[in-house]
């Protein structure tokens, strides 16, 4: 008997809830949400009564273990947003629950995200018997247990970490983006950190890029620099890494009207009067952007999502590039939804399912990477998620050149 309650009916929770309902893993589900009628009609798109649903607002602990005391879970899958991260962690404590989350701790006034606040939990996680898996999405999520295999079974010591995150796609919309817009801004206009000889070095968002070619044909994309979760925990615990950068492929496009919107004022998170009223400026542009939850419908093309990885092995130099490529169009057959809520869902449900089946245990707080990768790399093959990893030479890894050609 595994009982998951999974929060947030978003993009990512429709994936979580697909997932979850068709693996003999989970015996008893629930899905609560702020909004229960999207909770209901995600129930009712998986069908065969297999998901119960609540309201529920997980900014409030109080809630939460009213909530979580009446179902009774195992374990919790947050997928709401990144500030209700430690109220959930909170109440999980409360009640005896395991926690897995996609998306370190933000706070909403600051749009700033370090992995400090949840790890603060660690000794309380460890002394109640409990497991929390931190960032169990595809990056932070598969990108982290990609590091954690290839040090496990590639190499001695890592030295350098890229890790492309390419979105092929095309929503055929003038302007959106693939998950929640508030986060997804606030990531992007963030000043960009790589990890380089033992410090983050800071550098102005997207001043650094580069064109990238993706294997299989996926086509050739501008990818940019940028700040990104999972290097914090990476290069804390893998400390032989001398560089660790991540790039994400931007169009020409969603840059524009990111420029623009920039200008304007309207990527604030500072209140501002409006009206009589303090509205946030994201806040109001989230509300008028396209959700990214119903971008399936037209999302044509794939993501390509990946890490390239040098360092030594029997004291010779080693490079792989490790890698994901996942259709749009066939995500939305199998789960309504599009590729990256897809490549996010379906990581969190194999997480959970590490911990329910006793594949990954130990009491605390832990990021991907201080698991085991083998049981996680297998069910990646088999839950949608494929996975290659091919050899490159020093040069071809230097340049990031992975399509072999
Ligand atoms: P959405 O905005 O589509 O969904 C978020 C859901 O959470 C919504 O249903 C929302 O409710 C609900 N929610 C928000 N606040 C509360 C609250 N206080 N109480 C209860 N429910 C709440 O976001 P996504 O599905 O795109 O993203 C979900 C998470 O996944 C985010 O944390 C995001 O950062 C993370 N993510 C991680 C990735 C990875 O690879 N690791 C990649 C992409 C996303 P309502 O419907 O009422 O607004």
């Given at each position: 008997m595994s009982k998951v309650l999974i929060i947030g009916a978003g993009g990512v929770g429709t994936v979580v809830a697909h997932k979850v309902a068709a693996?003999?893993?989970?015996?008893e589900i629930m899905l609560a949400s702020r909004t229960k009628s999207k909770a209901d009609d995600i129930a009712a798109a998986v069908g065969g009564g297999r998901i119960k649903t609540a309201r529920v607002d997980a900014d409030s602990v109080e809630e939460l273990t009213a909530l979580m005391r009446a179902f009774r879970p195992d374990i919790v899958i947050n997928v709401a947003l990144p500030y209700q991260d430690l109220t959930i962690m909170d109440a999980c404590l409360e009640c005896g629950v395991n926690y897995l989350d996609t998306a370190n701790y933000e706070p909403k006034e600051e749009a700033h995200f370090e992995y400090s606040w949840q790890w603060a939990y660690q000794d309380r996680f460890r002394e109640a018997g409990l497991t929390a898996i931190l960032g169990?999405?595809?990056?932070?999520?598969v990108t982290s247990i990609f590091t954690a295999y290839a040090a496990k079974h590639h190499f001695d010591e890592i030295h350098y970490l890229d890790i492309v995150d390419c979105n092929a796609g095309n929503h055929g919309m003038a302007f959106a983006t693939n998950f929640n817009p508030e986060i997804n801004i606030r990531e992007v206009t963030a000043p960009c950190r790589h990890w380089e000889d033992g410090a983050f070095r800071e550098t102005a968002p997207m001043s650094m890029h580069q064109s990238f070619t993706c294997p299989q044909e996926v086509g050739t994309y501008e990818i940019y620099r940028m700040y990104h979760e999972e290097m914090e925990s990476l290069v804390k615990h893998i400390p032989t890494i001398r560089r660790a950068q991540f790039w994400m492929s931007f169009s020409p496009n969603y840059l524009k009207h990111l420029e623009v919107l920039q200008n304007v004022g309207m990527t604030r998170i500072d209140p501002v009067m409006y009206n009589g009223v303090e509205i946030i400026p994201l806040q109001f542009l989230k509300a008028v952007l396209p959700d990214p939850g119903d971008l399936g419908k037209t999302t044509r093309g794939k993501t390509c999502i990946g890490n390239v990885i040098t360092g030594i092995k029997d004291g010779q130099f080693k490079a792989v590039y490790i890698y994901n490529i996942c259709d749009h169009e066939q995500c939305f057959k199998e789960v309504g939804s599009q590729a990256i809520s897809y490549t996010t869902g379906v990581p969190a449900m194999i997480g959970a399912e590490m911990i329910l089946t006793g594949k990954w245990t130990g009491a605390g707080v832990f990021n991907m990477?201080?698991?085991?990768p083998d049981p996680f790399m297998d069910e990646l093959n088999r839950r949608g998620l494929p996975w290659h990893c091919v050899e490159l030479t020093e040069e071809q890894a230097k340049i990031l050149k992975v399509n072999q050609q």
């Open positions: 693996s003999p893993v989970f015996t169990c999405g595809f990056d932070p999520g990477e201080q698991n085991d």
